[in-house]
Each structure stands twice: as structure tokens, then as C-alpha cells.
């Protein structure tokens, strides 16, 4: 049994995808980009652009009951890996140890000319 997971305090879907979805204790995130919810605008640069993605993977796991640190895994895709010190940074701050499994790869381009999409699952209970 799958329940879909939906907050206004993350973008709204721009494509035919849940923000989450929830089956047993696992919840599967999908993609995040640095829109604002509110506007639907990508925030600026890429210190912004991670800042916001983790503020709407935040709102969506509270959403689903949770939080980043019940993460197990966390897809990383950046359009420069250049900025994976960034990431890293980003990452020390909004988990702890022990941290979740991660992959981190950089793609030829993301929706609407993002710089980094970032998913994850999480296990709860």
C-alpha cells in the first residue's frame, strides 16, 4: 500500500511525480531543485540553490512524519562537480552521524537549468 506524500512547504510537482511517497516505514523523496515554494522561482547560484534544496527535502520528510535524519540514502546530481566541496558542507550540517548511503554524479543538465537535484529515502519508525 502506497501513500502520497503532498505539503505546500516544498515546490509543487512539475511533472507528473509525487513529492513523496510513503509505503510501510519507507518514504521515497523525489528529486528536489532550488525552487522556492512559494514563488516557484530558482533561487540564485549555487550556494542559494543547495540551501533551498534541503529547506524542501526538510518540508516534505516533516510532510511524511519524518526527518533528514532518518534518511538511508541520498541521491546527489550536480551540473559542475566543482561544487561537491559545497554539497559536503551542506550535507555536514543537516545530517549526523551515522550518515545515510550517498551517490553523487554529475549530469548534463536538470530541470529548468538547475545546478543540483538532490533525493532520498528514508526509513521511519
Known sequence: MKKIIATPDAPSAIGPYS???RSGDSVYLSGQIGLDPASMQLAEGIDAQIARVFANLKAVAAAAGGSLADAVK?????TDLAHFAKVNDAMASHFSQPYPARATVQVAA???GALVEIDAVLVLG
Do not use: E, F, S
Open 19 to 21: 513529492q513523496a511517497v
Open 74 to 78: 541520498v541521491n546527489i546530481y550536480l
Open 110 to 112: 536538470l530541470p529548468r
